[in-house]
């Protein structure tokens, strides 16, 4: 079973610049999440999707940051425009909502971006 | 203001010992644990999950669970060099497919 894909894997660009970023997630599975990681810190929710609908965006800073999942299945991820602060990681994860109460999160390779 | 708390490290440990890594979490609500590994440039992996209290075996990984304490802990026994990573405790509050509250991770070190 293929894993969460993400692109690009790397990105530099300068602050006031705009980027976007792509997730796949695992086939069949519905929720997909957006975490960033600073240096040093454990991933921070950013946003969560079930199928195309917007489940949980309390964390994601919406007058710079956005993202869509349209069709329920890829996302994009966006911010507009970058700030030094904004150099992280950014970690698509996917899980299986099947009816289970507990779901297990499964991480793509992340996209490190470096605002310069 | 919901958060997980960890011993950042390094936590040294000889080859072949037991690794004892940590975990608090503030929300008594919670209902879901997990432990994740994450090598250097790479991306968190999952390793454990544990949903009641007292002990989950998985190979030489052994989670624990105490929702009165508030506390997660898991043990490596056999301890391999390959084991050194940054181990990431996460607390998923109400079940479900909810996004998860990390900790900042623990960086092991195991010394042949």
């Known amino acids: 079973e293929a894993g969460v894909a993400q692109s690009p894997r790397y990105k530099i660009i300068e602050k006031r610049q705009s980027v976007a970023f792509w997730c796949n997630p695992i086939?069949?599975?519905?929720?997909l999440y957006w975490y960033q990681q600073i240096l040093g810190q454990g991933p921070k929710l950013l946003i969560q999707?079930?199928?195309?609908?917007?489940?949980?965006d309390s964390q994601l800073p919406k007058d710079r940051f956005s993202a869509e999942r349209l069709k329920g299945v890829d996302s994009t991820l966006k911010i507009q425009p970058a700030k030094l602060e904004d150099s992280a990681v950014y970690l698509c994860?996917?899980?299986?909502?099947?009816?289970?109460?507990?779901?297990?999160?499964?991480f793509g390779p992340g996209t490190r971006l470096t605002v310069l | 203001q919901k958060e997980v708390e960890q011993n950042s490290g390094p936590l040294s440990v000889p080859e072949g010992a037991i690794a004892s890594l940590n975990c608090t979490y503030s929300?008594?609500?919670?209902?879901?644990f997990f432990w994740y590994r994450q090598y250097s440039g790479k991306s968190p992996e999952l390793i454990m999950s544990?949903?009641?209290?007292g002990d989950k075996e998985d190979g030489r990984f052994t989670a624990q669970l105490n929702k009165a304490s508030q506390y997660v802990s898991l043990l490596i026994r056999d301890s391999q060099p390959s084991d050194s990573a940054t181990y990431l405790c996460?607390?998923?509050?109400?079940?479900?497919?909810?996004?998860?509250?990390f900790g900042k991770g623990t960086h092991l070190i195991i010394q042949p």
């Open positions: 086939s069949g599975h519905a929720t």
């Open positions: 994860a996917s899980s299986l909502t099947d009816g289970r109460v507990y779901n297990e999160q499964f």
């Open positions: 996460a607390v998923n509050a109400r079940g479900g497919a909810d996004g998860l509250t």
């Open positions: 929300d008594r609500g919670s209902q879901s």
């Open positions: 544990i949903y009641s209290n």
């Open positions: 999707f079930q199928n195309n609908g917007v489940v949980d």
